[in-house]
């Protein structure tokens, strides 16, 4: 679809950009938008707009809208709410897409509404797409937009709308911790404007998506939305973190976003329909594009547990069971393969597999290795590794290391056969956890699939996988499970 493509352009892929908001006095958000732009090497054209300023971040200030020498592809508008509609009028016929960051519309009520519909009215009359109003902004790393300092700016494959800043904030920097990367974010906040069903359009159409995720909180075009899931559903894997599914939580949304939540069994069945994804918490939300992001989905549900500590191997058992995952006894073949490596006693070659940290470590780690070669000649589907590198601590870092290389080694491999998911697990004391990240980024550059050390969340993001590639698999009309 080039037509949408090219429609979105200005938005993700901007040429130039105008910053409403920025001071040459104080760090202002449109200072620090300025300065990251500048820092990250945006390679398009910045236009700082204030009433008195001849510069800002070192580059020449406009008074306003009407002083831009050039139409501008994305304002980023952080005034106060009572100025916005002035900037957006100011803009008409002369940009394309604006950013509003305030807060004080829709969500605030009966006044906040009339305030929306006539930012929306002026929008339209000039020929403007909204982004918000309440929207933090977007992060596209091979455009060299941002709205953190944490991120990183390597482009990846998973893009996201996320209708709450802060939430968002959190999967994305999560999310990055454990080894994924974004191709576009889009945090639209009350979506007055551009929201769920043209952006799933988007993504669905993008070369650079391969996972798509939405967080909401309201559906405002149900049959628009139904025709975009549906759409984008049928050509990549999406993920939906759903807020308000109850009354609670419908309240919650109303002050947040100004939104009206839809009935949940109402969501329930159009995912269902449609073959979504649904989550209801981050975590599984993460978990799950991480999953996505680097294997298709399961073949089936069979899964085999291995790692050191029989306690948390109990617990990832009971978190497999609630989820729906199987986790079949090895044959008779494959445990006699592991009682041949003559490794220390202590070990259990059921399934789960608990390997001590005597055990784990021997030969500097080699023999995990080895343990991984047989699990994966079993015929299951997936392989969940877990390393504890709290009760490793005893044992050399080179040790501990090599346990990251060896799971790579064995588990990213995308061929015909079980699939990988690898677990490493920190107290958070300061020297493990740089050694995780170390582990993760030998895990993540491999392909492997590195998750949370929560096993709820492990465990349904398996269960998912294997359910989209049921729907995947089923004829066209059938209705979902």
Not at 200 to 217: K, N, Q, R, W
Not at 300 to 311: C, E, P, Q
Not at 386 to 400: G, Y
């Amino acid at each position: 679809m080039p037509d949408l493509l090219e429609r979105f352009a200005p938005l993700f892929k901007p040429r130039t950009v105008a910053v409403f908001g920025a001071s040459a006095k104080r760090m202002t958000l449109g200072g620090l938008q300025i300065k990251m732009l500048n820092e990250q090497g945006f390679a398009g054209r910045i236009y700082p707009v204030h009433p008195e300023a001849d510069t800002i971040g070192g580059l020449k200030a406009y008074p306003d809208a009407s002083h831009l020498p050039e139409t501008i592809d994305y304002a980023y508008v952080a005034v106060p709410s009572d100025q916005v509609l002035d900037v957006v009028r100011g803009l008409a016929g002369r940009c394309r897409f604006a950013q509003i960051i305030a807060a004080g519309f829709g969500e605030t009520g009966t006044d906040g509404k009339a305030r929306e519909a006539e930012l929306l009215a002026a929008a339209r009359a000039g020929g403007i797409r909204l982004l918000g109003p309440n929207s933090i902004g977007l992060y596209v790393p091979a455009s060299k937009l941002s709205y953190m300092h944490t991120l990183s700016y390597e482009p990846g494959s998973v893009s996201l709308m996320i209708q709450s800043g802060g939430l968002g904030g959190d999967v994305m920097n999560s999310g990055e911790v454990m080894g994924m990367r974004f191709s576009k974010v889009a945090h639209v906040g009350n979506a007055l404007d551009l929201g769920p069903a043209e952006l799933l359009s988007y993504f669905a159409a993008d070369p650079e998506t391969a996972v798509i995720g939405i967080h909401m909180e309201t559906v405002k075009e149900g049959r628009a939305f139904f025709l975009a899931l549906q759409q984008a559903a049928a050509v990549k894997p999406v993920v939906i973190l759903k807020g308000g599914m109850t009354a609670g939580g419908q309240v919650a949304a109303a002050s947040h976003t100004g939104a009206l939540a839809s009935d949940a069994r109402v969501f329930q069945g159009l995912c269902r329909q449609t073959g979504t994804v649904l989550v209801d918490t981050p975590e599984a939300f993460v978990a799950t594009l991480a999953a996505f992001e680097r294997m298709p989905s399961l073949a089936g549900n069979r899964t085999i547990l291995v790692g050191s500590g029989g306690g948390i191997s109990v617990l990832a058992a009971d978190a497999c069971h609630r989820a729906g995952l199987a986790l079949p006894k090895l044959s008779a073949a494959a445990q006699q393969k592991l009682v041949d490596m003559g490794l220390p006693a202590g070990n259990s070659f059921e399934n789960p597999i608990d390997l001590p940290n005597w055990t784990i470590t021997v030969r500097e780690g080699e023999a995990f290795g080895q343990v991984l070669d047989v699990l994966l000649g079993e015929p299951v589907d997936l392989v969940i590794a877990h390393i504890n590198l709290t009760v490793l601590q005893q044992h050399p870092a080179r040790a501990r290391e090599r346990l990251a290389e060896l799971a790579a080694e064995k588990l990213a491999a995308m061929g015909p056969g079980p699939r990988g998911i690898v677990v490493v697990r920190s107290s958070g004391h300061e020297e493990l956890a740089a050694q995780r990240q170390r582990m993760i980024e030998v895990l993540r550059q491999a392909g492997a699939v590195v998750q949370f050390d929560v096993m709820e969340s492990i465990a349904v993001a398996g269960r998912l996988l294997w359910r989209h590639r049921h729907r995947e698999a089923r004829r066209p009309g059938e209705r979902g499970a």
